[in-house]
């Protein structure tokens, strides 16, 4: 299976952007790209996903990379509310919708 | 609005004693999966039910065991817990297994083995 690796942690300031990165150079033509998030003491909640084009929604953006071995979901003004666990995880397009979550990276936002 | 119901949010069962995890949605989905994250761990899926059909990980151990006894209701059965079977158990559901249906999870129920 196509693996991503993300940073362990990462800081923003509360009002700034925050851009996670995410890197799957092993990613399949047809894997999709998928972002969840786990706040403290709740179970994971879906951001957002794309498979070859930028993709926007209400909560975030989705940045894929030309190449799609790398991708970025940006928060465009953080709050600190957004403080959690973000894991960017593959999923291949129609064998199932199983999530393979990896280590995700704890994003820190400071007043 | 709560979709994804588990109860309760804490369990403590003791060393060998089965015990039963239940979830609920009120989404109509036709998928239901069970996750376990242990401590500073992501959450690693254990199974999930495809409407009646049910789909094991390979590497889930045989203690653990599932019931759907309907689109609503999802049960967790762990028929001998150890120590290492600590961990909070979440439950999630998607529409199908097509891509494009995001999971949604419930807030977990937390299990302790005493």
């Known amino acids: 299976d196509a693996k991503t690796t993300q940073p362990n942690s990462m800081e923003s300031n509360e009002e700034e952007p925050v851009h996670l990165p995410c890197n799957h150079s092993?990613?399949?033509?047809?894997?999709?790209i998928h972002w969840y998030r786990q706040l403290p003491s709740q179970g994971p909640e879906y951001v957002i996903h794309?498979?070859?084009s930028n993709v926007n929604n209400r909560m975030a953006s989705l940045a894929i990379a030309e190449d799609r071995k790398s991708s970025t979901l940006i928060l465009h003004r953080a709050t600190l509310r957004d403080a959690a666990v973000y894991y960017c995880?593959?999923?291949?397009?129609?064998?199932?919708?199983?999530?393979?979550f990896g280590g995700g990276t704890r994003l820190m936002v400071k007043p | 609005d709560a979709m994804v119901i588990q109860n309760p949010r804490y369990q403590v069962t003791q060393f060998g004693k089965p015990v039963t995890l239940s979830c609920s949605q009120t989404?109509?989905?036709?998928?239901m999966y069970w996750y376990q994250q242990k401590s500073s761990q992501a959450p690693k899926l254990l199974f999930h039910?495809?409407?009646?059909?049910?789909?094991n990980e390979a590497d889930t151990p045989d203690n653990f065991q599932s019931r759907r006894p309907n689109t609503s209701f999802c049960f967790l059965d762990i028929r001998s817990p150890g120590l290492g079977d600590a961990a909070m158990y979440l439950c999630?559901?998607?529409?199908?297994?097509?891509?494009?249906?995001?999971?949604?999870f419930g807030d977990g129920t937390r299990l302790s083995i005493l």
């Open positions: 999630a559901t998607s529409r199908d297994r097509g891509e494009g249906q995001p999971q949604h």
């Open positions: 092993t990613i399949s033509g047809t894997d999709y």
């Open positions: 794309g498979l070859t």
């Open positions: 995880m593959l999923r291949v397009g129609n064998a199932g919708n199983m999530l393979t």
């Open positions: 989404l109509n989905h036709n998928v």
């Open positions: 039910y495809y409407d009646k059909d049910f789909n």
